[in-house]
């Protein structure tokens, strides 16, 4: 996110009003940006005020392994956290008090995260202020007008607002199979009910239709289905797009076969279901990137020995990645919502010296992954489940065999002729789309007519049967 030119001054003195302040400060906040906090009397050495910067990102002090403060090392990690979220200003309260050391350390500290420092005095002090970072060629402002210019600096981002079905009950959903299952949402379900299903079922059969070179190897279904839940936690969603992705399917010559119950049953599971905004955001909890990097690989299935073989560089996608777009660390895809947690681990790990060919996870053991992923459960509540991760993969084939997936090749069925259609933009798409597909027509062949069997005698075996067809 752009919030302001190049040209803009590193350091902004405004002059504060309480109720030109967002509520959502102190803290992190992402669609500006920002991170405020407020300066506290004791604030006067850079330890300190690196610790208050973490807790404003979101540190816990009372989460297991952040008791040890080490504030030599707080002014590193504020740094890179900052980086990590792409923060634009770190928003520094009450700063009067703070020496012009200090008030150099923040500068300092801010522009190692690439960030830009916005001190809001208070009434009357500001000329105060001003005179302590004057040699930063600090502009004067008030805070409505700073606070305003982040906000017009923050682009729009209309299309990333995602449709959810939330408030169905599955079971009001049709258990129809998928060739009639969106003719029966729309006999069934109210307008405006069957409005936000279709969006989701049309987006997630056009999504099946684009699947790269036709690859239906269940992996590739499994993570798709990923991808499409992101941030859809509710069970009708899931279902919705099952039948979806199985409509697409068929349309290529691929029938995609669901078990409804267990399909709604595996949904249900809360080891399974995709991690919600605040289940995510928790993982800032802990100063030092590893635990929720472990957990964020754990929830894209990457087993114990997939996270202890990663380089710095298999996570460099983690850095560059655009926002809100998934990302791929080493062949696994990962929520967009991680992206801050891998790019920390991966900019901490270059500040500490290592290179591009060195391990993302020094020092951490398959007994070390087990731990970090019990001390999210325990520590944070997060539904993980370290007693699978010796066994391997947590989920498995988590769709696959979880929801009673399986992907079949129709025999000689062709991908359709018609181009998979561009990406849908939810919301609601702009046009009517066509109907759901029917069944493809089966081929023909000559007429085999009844079994000559005479009654009395045993059946042909496999292989009899099998040379009989060849023949």
């Known amino acids: 996110m752009t919030v302001a030119s190049v040209t803009t001054p590193r350091v902004v003195v405004a002059e504060a009003a309480a109720d030109e302040v967002p509520a959502s400060w102190p803290g992190l906040d992402a669609s500006l940006g920002v991170v405020a906090t407020v300066a506290s009397p004791s604030a006067n050495s850079p330890g300190v005020l690196a610790h208050q910067v973490l807790r404003a990102v979101g540190v816990r002090p009372d989460v297991k392994g952040n008791a040890d403060r080490q504030a030599h090392m707080a002014p590193g990690l504020a740094a890179v956290w900052l980086a990590a979220h792409r923060t634009e200003w770190l928003f520094l309260a009450s700063p009067e008090h703070l020496s012009a050391d200090t008030l150099e350390t923040a500068v300092q500290l801010a522009a190692a995260g690439g960030a830009r420092l916005m001190l809001g005095c208070d009434h009357g002090t500001a000329a105060k202020v001003t005179a302590k970072v004057q040699g930063w060629a600090p502009t004067p402002m008030t805070t409505a007008a700073a606070i305003a210019s982040l906000r017009a600096g923050s682009p729009a981002t209309p299309g990333t607002e995602q449709v959810e079905v939330g408030g169905i009950d599955p079971d009001d959903l049709p258990a129809a199979d998928f060739y009639a ?15 936000r299903v279709d969006a989701l079922y049309l987006a997630a059969r056009d999504a099946a239709r684009r699947l790269a070179d036709h690859d239906w190897a269940p992996e590739a279904v499994d993570a798709l289905v990923l991808r499409l839940l992101w941030g859809r936690p509710g069970l009708a969603d899931g279902v919705v797009v099952v039948r979806g992705i199985q409509a697409g399917a068929f349309r290529e010559g691929v029938l995609v076969k669901a078990d409804h119950a267990r399909l709604v049953a595996a949904l249900a599971s809360e080891d399974r279901r995709p991690f919600d905004d605040a289940q995510w955001n928790s993982l800032r909890a802990w100063r030092q990137p590893v635990h929720a990097s472990v957990v964020a690989l754990h929830q894209a299935d990457a087993p114990p020995s ?23 660390v080493k062949g696994h895809l990962l929520d967009p919502r991680a ?9 901490w790990r270059l500040r500490s010296g290592a290179d591009d060919t060195d391990t993302l ?8 992954v087990a731990r970090c992923l019990r001390e999210a459960r325990t520590e944070l509540g997060l539904p993980v489940a370290e007693q699978r991760v010796e066994a391997g993969s947590r989920r498995g084939a ?31 798409p702009t046009r009517t789309p066509p109907g759901c597909p029917g069944r493809r027509a089966p081929e023909q062949g000559p007429s085999t007519g009844r079994s000559s069997r005479t009654p009395g005698s045993p059946p042909a075996s496999a292989s009899a049967r099998s040379r009989s067809t060849r023949a």
Not at 184 to 194: I, Q, V, Y
Not at 401 to 413: E, K, Q, Y
């Open 339 to 347: 992206r801050p947690f891998l790019a920390a681990l991966s900019h």
């Open 398 to 428: 988590r769709w696959t065999t979880a929801m009673g997936l399986s992907v079949h090749r129709l025999p000689g069925a062709q991908p359709s002729s018609t181009a998979p259609p561009a990406a849908r933009q939810l919301p609601l």
């Open 181 to 195: 299952f969106r003719s029966e949402c729309r006999r069934t379900l109210p307008p405006g009910t069957f409005a």
């Open 306 to 328: 997939a996270m202890l073989g990663l380089t710095v560089a298999d996570a460099t996608e983690a850095v560059t990645a655009a926002e809100g777009k998934p990302f791929k």
């Open 361 to 368: 996870f020094p020092d951490l053991t398959t007994a070390g």
